[in-house]
């Protein structure tokens, strides 16, 4: 059972960021949801997409406000990233209904991915933003 529910810790003091990262955990939450009831596999597809599509959303409005600080760290984050894109990316394309159980390994790699990147890599931002 995924539940992933925003805290303080989570927080890197900007409330709109804040609020992209509260909807990133829901997206998350309703995904795993889905993997693990084994629904059928075009709706786990459909909310995978929406996730990527959100990713890449709030990426790039994260990255502007790095840039816009000239954040000394920028290059390295922009490289995590990217390489969250490419993994959910393959994820989505090689997902089926024979390896359930892969499914769901590889999608709670990429949730724990998302969180240690929160916690660890956007938090320290919080003080040059
Ligand atoms: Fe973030
Ligand atoms: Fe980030």
Redesign the pocket.
Known sequence: MLNYTWSMDYSVQNSVLDDHHKNLLKLFNDAYDLIISKAPVENTIKLISELKVYSIFH?SE?EKLMRAANYPYYEE?VK??KKFIEDITKFKDDISEQTSDLNEEIFLFLSDWLIH??QK??RKYIDFL
């Open positions: 990426f994260e984050h995590e990233h990147h929160i890599t956007d």
